[in-house]
């Protein structure tokens, strides 16, 4: 019951200090959204040591490492200013984490192009973002408007149009029933049938399909289908969410039939389906209306699978919820829960720590890491990068060079190779699909691997069929021997089988994998490996 009020829910066999003792930095919100030369600044961290009974925390100095995921977008120097750079377009975070405790936090860095400092200064400026549902993709462009193509089957493509046999593989702008564009999106997310989409002041907003009350709308049934945006409603149904709230959404994640929203103060709420009263971390069962996630004060991201969900808190530890028969919580057991626990790497050394991305689908997750070495040696050099992949490994998502449906019950480290064991490394940002797993790289090249279940070509190495069983380069096009290269973003979806990035500078969108609903948005239903 948290009766320890250090932040979790786990019991102590030994006294345990109230409050967390945390990192914290003199960056707002530890966030940053610039552009490509903008003036390099540095910034201070420092250790807050939670509650005590003489002042609400007090601060001391602590023994600072720091990195950036993809030095690509911005850099950090280890001069006394830490001295952040910002040298490409794309997103990245810059890792603080303290040698003597152990502690990590999070500044996320977002770095659109040198045109966009007046979009910036005057505060209209987004950062884009891509995501596919089932059989339709969705795009958040950086004037805040947002995009759809694919199946309009339930609505979800948001154009007002109630033909929901249309199809169209050609964006079109999400609009409202008066015609007026939907406008000042900062986020969005696409579920199997249902598209959300949150506004700068925190309004958050849902269209589609209807299953297990995904809409957020109340009690109005599972087969409505809503062919344009309205906002979800608060938390006694009375009137819309984030109105009777002091913080305001920031954030949105998918599930399959479900999602959750982020606030600004770290807090999570949920609505949709709520597998057997455990797969959202809210008491009770399905949701029709918004509920708090429970144990969640610290959130900065989600991603949602079917059974379950992923919660990536500030200081770079993650929680998970839900089905966990296939150690897909990855929480050093297989039974399932309904109240969020913290990610483990093992029982000996604890909490997974660095965690810095994350995804999640059916029963899968995947965790990319940049986690303080043992024994820092060289402070250009103080962090491990990694990913990890929990849950069914039947179509070979562990990356480990096999598809046994071994399941294990700790995150399981992916390589590159079945007889060195060498690590997946240089990752900057990861994403999951139906049961198949995607890692954004961070060098130069900035390509993509994927992994798993390839039925219809979503690993995007020109075959179809076979599991892939280790990370493997995403091709640029069918037949090509050019990788994918200079990519920003990558997402996909729960259910889905297709893929889809963004491309840094020119903002080119690529999709790939199944296309029988138009979903890739290249004017054909031919798929694409």
């Not at 006294?15 to 960056?27: A, F, K, L, Q």
């Not at 910002?86 to 603080?96: D, E, M, Q, R, S």
């Amino acid at each position: 019951s948290a009766q320890m009020g250090n932040g979790s829910f786990s019991n102590s066999e030994y006294p345990t200090s109230v409050g967390s003792m945390h990192i914290e930095t003199d960056i707002a919100g530890n966030k940053i959204l610039t552009y490509v030369g903008a003036g390099s600044r540095g910034f201070s961290a420092s250790i807050a040591s939670g509650f005590n009974v003489f002042t609400s925390e007090t601060s001391q100095a602590g023994r600072f490492r720091y990195t950036s995921t993809n030095e690509q977008v911005v850099t950090v120097s280890e001069d006394g200013n830490h001295t952040l750079n910002f040298v490409g377009v794309g997103k990245a975070k810059i890792v603080v984490a303290d040698e003597d405790r152990d502690l990590y936090t999070i500044i996320e860095i977002e770095v659109l192009p040198a045109e966009y400092e007046q979009a910036i200064e005057d505060g209209t400026a987004v950062f884009p973002k891509v995501d596919a549902g089932t059989e339709f993709s969705i795009a958040l462009k950086a004037d805040g408007t947002v995009w759809t193509w694919g199946s309009n089957g339930y609505g979800q493509l948001g154009i007002n149009n109630s033909d929901l046999t249309y199809t169209t593989g050609a964006p079109e702008q999400v609009i409202f029933s008066n015609g007026d564009p939907l406008t000042d999106i900062i986020d969005i997310a696409a579920g199997d049938r249902t598209a959300y989409a949150v506004t700068r002041d925190g309004k958050v907003y849902s269209w589609g399909g209807n299953p297990y009350s995904a809409l957020g709308y109340g009690n109005i049934g599972d087969s409505y289908n809503q062919i344009f945006p309205e906002r979800v409603k608060s938390q006694d149904g009375n009137g819309f969410f984030g109105d009777d709230l002091s913080s305001r959404a920031i954030k949105i994640a998918a599930g399959v039939y479900q999602a959750m929203v982020i606030l600004e103060n770290g807090t999570a709420y949920a609505w949709g389906y709520n597998w057997n009263g455990m797969g959202l971390g809210v008491n009770g069962g399905n949701t029709s209306l918004p509920r708090k996630v429970v144990g969640v004060n610290n959130a900065i991201d989600a991603d949602l699978g079917l059974y379950s969900a992923a919660i990536l808190n500030r200081n770079a530890t993650a929680m998970t919820v839900g089905h966990n028969a296939y150690g897909e919580g990855g929480v050093g057991h297989n039974n399932h829960y309904s109240l969020v626990q913290t990610v483990q790497k093992s029982q000996e050394e604890g909490a997974l720590k660095g965690i810095v991305s994350l995804g999640r689908s059916d029963h899968t997750g995947i965790f990319a890491t940049f986690e303080l070495k043992d024994e820092v040696t060289d402070v250009y050099d103080a962090f491990n990068n990694y990913v990890y992949a929990t849950g069914y490994n039947g179509n070979g998502i562990y990356g480990i060079g096999n598809d046994s449906a071994s399941n294990f019950a700790y995150p399981v480290q992916v390589i590159t190779d079945t007889e060195s064991k060498e690590p997946l490394t240089g990752i900057a940002d990861v994403a999951s699909s139906y049961r198949t797993q995607f890692a954004l790289a961070n060098n130069d090249d900035r390509n993509v691997y994927a992994w798993g279940y390839n039925n219809v070509g979503q690993t995007g190495n020109g075959t179809v069929g076979p599991n892939i069983k280790l990370p493997r380069l995403v091709n640029k096009s069918n037949g090509s021997t050019e990788m994918l290269s200079n990519i920003m973003l990558l997402e996909s979806g729960a259910y889905s089988t297709h893929a889809i990035a963004a491309e840094a500078n020119k903002g080119g969108v690529y999709v790939w994998g199944n296309n029988s609903k138009y979903q890739l948005g290249d004017q054909t239903n031919m798929n694409s490996a």
